[in-house]
């Protein structure tokens, strides 16, 4: 049996697995209608274990208030799309390029920023031709220093394709850093095999700075399996980061945030990025008010080794960027790097 067909994708499959109720299969019918979902077999195991509504099934399992949306949400809420100058190529920074190489995911996280264009709205693999522009864009580009490989999640390809990616990319002389974005290592550990692991250091990939940068949002993720999966690349010499996401209920507490950082870091992931929800439609239910994250990273300075916290940065809406939210806030919204100061519905 093929790997994907393990996966449970519709509402039907979560009930037969116990994950949810016939009441609750009911309540988000039009939700999962609109939004693509799955969990792996690794996940439901987890899951189930941990009991409804736990840390885990919250961020998978669909939720009627996915259809609240609010007027201020938007499809493109970090703007991605002015700054799309190929198929699959975003370029917002002078310095790093984001490549979509492929618009699916094998689990869809429940407040995803990009949740309209993942999923079964996304597209699959670029196509060939799509892929050699983008080569030839970086190449044409000596001001890249980076390519980020994102999606999608681009760790659903297979070993042999993540092969080939990290060869093209690793023989342009001036990207000097190859960084791989991903939820694999804790949504499927068993994915993250030694041909995967080899694959990101193929030929010219070798002599660059390869990063996997794994998304994380809850101690609960990071059991045994995920702890060595991620001890694989490592090993490797392959260095890996973390980005998590503040989310409401989930880990916006002293304790929750503390318990993630900590089992990060235990596990030698250095956290990168906690980010602000984005204005992602359906997402109101997830989103903390601005001032909430800066007091609870205060709080934290002090409690955890220094290299043990993330920096919370938030991308505001207009595309410009990320920032860090504490000294972008005030009491009018966000100040912008250019100096202005823009309004944001969750001050
Ligand atoms: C977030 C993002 C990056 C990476 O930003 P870093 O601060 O370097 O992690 C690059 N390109 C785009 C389009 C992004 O949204
Ligand atoms: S893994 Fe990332 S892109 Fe995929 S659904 Fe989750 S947040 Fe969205």
Redesign the pocket.
Known sequence: MSRSRRLLTSLEALQDAHLITAQEARATAAVARTYAVSLTPHLAALIKAEGPHGPIGRQYLPDPREGIVQPSESADPIHDHPHTVLPGLIHRYPDRVLLKLVEV?P???RF????EM?GRKGQGLLEPDQFDAVLAYIAAHPALFEAILS???PFVLSARRVDAVSRALGAIEHLKSLRWHT?VPVADPERVTRALVRALRAGDARRKAVTVVV?VNHAAELVPPAVAAIARLVDTGVQVLSQSVLLKGLNDSEEALEALFRALTAARVKPYYLHQGDLAPGTGHWRTALARGPELMEALRGRLPGHALPTLVIDPPGGTGKLPLATALSSEGLKLRDGRTIPHPDL
């Open positions: 995911c689990v869809y996280c995803c920023f990009r949740r993942v999606g999608g999640d939820r998304h």
